[in-house]
């Protein structure tokens, strides 16, 4: 994150918002690109013609998407640990580190 705070002026749904964010000013705009594209999305595909609940049903699809990359964060994590038990046997126990990463290659 940056050290300052950055007002950025963004267009969801035809209406603009200034969003003040630590983000960069990209991070930011791509965000509300992302927002305005999923709201359209539930607009153009379903029979909701009120924005409001677009905008609800596309947070929801959001956050759906958000928990199943955080589910699926949660199992690599996992997998990483295995595999990485799994090596440091491998290791001669000189070589093996108490902290449980591996040691610097010299």
């Not at 930011?28 to 607009?43: F, G, M, S």
């Not at 090596?87 to 290659?105: D, H, M, Q, S, Y």
Request: charged share 30%.
């Amino acid at each position: 994150m940056s050290e300052k705070r950055h007002a950025v002026k963004v267009s969801i749904l035809g209406e603009e918002f200034t969003i003040r964010s630590d983000e960069t000013p990209e991070h930011t705009r791509a965000v509300a690109e992302y927002v305005d594209r999923a709201i359209k999305q539930v607009l153009n595909s379903s029979a909701v013609i009120e924005t409001h609940k677009a905008a609800i049903l596309a947070a929801l699809q959001i956050t759906d998407q958000l928990f199943k990359i955080k589910q699926s964060h949660s199992s690599l994590d996992a997998e990483l640990d295995t595999l990485s038990a799994e090596v440091r046997r491998w290791l001669p126990p000189a070589k093996r580190g108490e902290t449980g990463e591996f040691p610097a290659i010299p």
